[in-house]
């Protein structure tokens, strides 16, 4: 068992299939507990794990505190294969490149898949060290309402174009080699953690 410091990485089995649904959750939502269990199915994982990040490093606003977030979180997503951790955090990792070079290292026998909404994809180009990440693990894009037609033309979309898994195959992109990627549809609510803090109902 690996361990940064005092902290300890979470334990699990080798050879398990698991996805990282990275941000900052502020707040979670029952959008973003859709997308989860839709992801454990639909790209047939083992597990998935909430990465809740202390900060966007592309939004100017601080979130509520990493503490309330990660409280919210697990009230929210209550389900046996899904973990709730605070891993950006405790690497003291700020983008996302740097937090799975400090990962998956500790995990070599694991298959992990990165997990974005299509409105992701549509920006991943802005993101630090974007092709990089690409090239490091797989990602599962899932679509949500008004964004598919932007992350199909995106910059991400159209450089990695040719490394793209057919929806069908969706159960299959874990045991892909990067770079590879699958975009599915799947029913999608159009929650957002923007529009409920814009409601007055998240207040940070």
């Not at 500790?106 to 630090?128: I, K, P, T």
Request: charged share 25%; glycine share 8%; proline share 9%.
């Amino acid at each position: 068992m690996a361990e940064a410091g005092a902290w300890t990485f979470p334990p699990v089995r080798p050879g398990r299939r698991v996805g990282l649904l990275g941000g900052s959750f502020d707040p979670p939502h029952q959008g973003h507990v859709h997308i989860t269990r839709e992801a454990l199915k639909r790209f047939g994982l083992d597990e998935v794990w909430w990465l809740v990040s202390p900060g966007n490093p592309l939004k100017p606003e601080a979130p509520a505190t990493l503490e309330r977030r990660m409280a919210a979180a697990r009230a929210i997503m209550r389900h046996p294969r899904v973990r709730i951790t605070d891993i950006e955090a405790r690497l003291g990792t700020r983008y996302t490149a740097e937090t799975l070079h400090k990962l998956l290292p500790h995990y070599r026998g694991m298959r992990f898949v990165w997990l974005m909404g299509a409105d992701n994809l549509a920006g991943f180009h802005r993101w630090e060290r974007w092709e990089e990440i690409m090239c490091m693990l797989p990602v599962g894009v899932i679509a949500r309402p008004g964004e598919r037609i932007a992350a199909r033309r995106s910059p991400a979309a159209l450089r990695f174009r040719r490394y793209r898994l057919p929806a069908a195959r969706a159960r299959l992109l874990a045991d892909c080699p990067p770079p590879a990627w699958c975009f599915i549809n799947i029913p999608m609510t159009d929650l957002s953690s923007t529009a409920i803090r814009m409601r007055g109902e998240w207040i940070r």
